[in-house]
């Protein structure tokens, strides 16, 4: 059964801080790992990663992934109240008909960041 | 382009009635599926569509139906809600075309069964 841990469950921090939040994963037939950011409301695409080792960076936001060790870490440097949000690992393989793609998604990790 | 709309956004229902929850796309998407997300649980696939007229089980398909007849429309069917079908419901869509499969969801729907 395919599976998907984030840690931590949750984090507070205070704005400027650094966090790193966790991803492993088990999934048969691994094509591609997905994070979202979440705020009440429906998930919103942050990065796709496929490839080892390639770094994904987005202002603050950089994402890598080790498919070797099965896990990826999203960091968010110089932490603002607005990143705020839970967080969703999700990976995607393929189904044992090898006829369609689909996500397994992480339970999430809610930051919250103080001011 | 309205991207992934759904309807309505919010519903209660009683135990043992039936609803559909609409999901409608306007990108072409090949793919499309329904998740619902409950406290702690993330979020967990209950059917999906990879086109027209074809349509599979996902993690959680019980009690819930599916069809797609038409590349836009993926609607959710409840037979006979029961309360553990309390949750939010949210429909997305995506490109099925080799690795390429981010996907795009719509704002959800709240629905209570009492």
């Known amino acids: 059964e395919d599976k998907v841990v984030q840690s931590p469950l949750s984090l507070v921090v205070h704005e400027g801080d650094t966090v790193t939040l966790n991803c492993s994963y088990e999934v048969t037939n691994f094509r591609s790992l997905l994070w979202y950011k979440q705020e009440k409301k429906a998930p919103t695409f942050l990065f796709m990663l496929?490839?080892?080792?390639i770094e994904k960076k987005s202002g603050r936001l950089s994402s890598i992934l080790d498919k070797k060790e099965l896990f990826s870490i999203l960091n968010i440097t110089a932490t603002q109240t607005g990143d705020s949000a839970v967080y969703l690992c999700?990976?995607?393989?393929?189904?044992?008909?090898?006829?369609?793609?689909?996500?397994?998604f992480g339970s999430g990790t809610q930051l919250t960041v103080l001011p | 382009n309205a991207g992934v709309t759904q309807t309505p956004k919010f519903q209660v229902l009683k135990t043992g009635q039936s609803m559909t929850l609409q999901c409608a796309q306007d990108?072409?998407?090949?793919?499309m599926s329904w998740y619902r997300q409950d406290p702690g649980m993330g979020l967990r696939l209950i059917h999906y569509s990879v086109g027209a007229g074809i349509t599979d089980q996902g993690e959680v398909p019980n009690g819930y139906n599916v069809s797609r007849s038409t590349t836009e429309d993926f609607p959710l069917r409840l037979l006979s809600a029961a309360p553990s079908q309390t949750s939010v419901y949210f429909c997305?869509?995506?490109?099925?075309?080799?690795?390429?499969?981010?996907?795009?969801f719509g704002p959800g729907t709240r629905l209570t069964v009492t």
């Open positions: 990108m072409n998407h090949e793919y």
């Open positions: 997305a869509s995506s490109y099925s075309i080799g690795l390429v499969y981010e996907q795009y």
């Open positions: 496929t490839s080892s080792g």
């Open positions: 999700a990976v995607g393989g393929v189904i044992s008909s090898g006829s369609a793609r689909q996500l397994t």
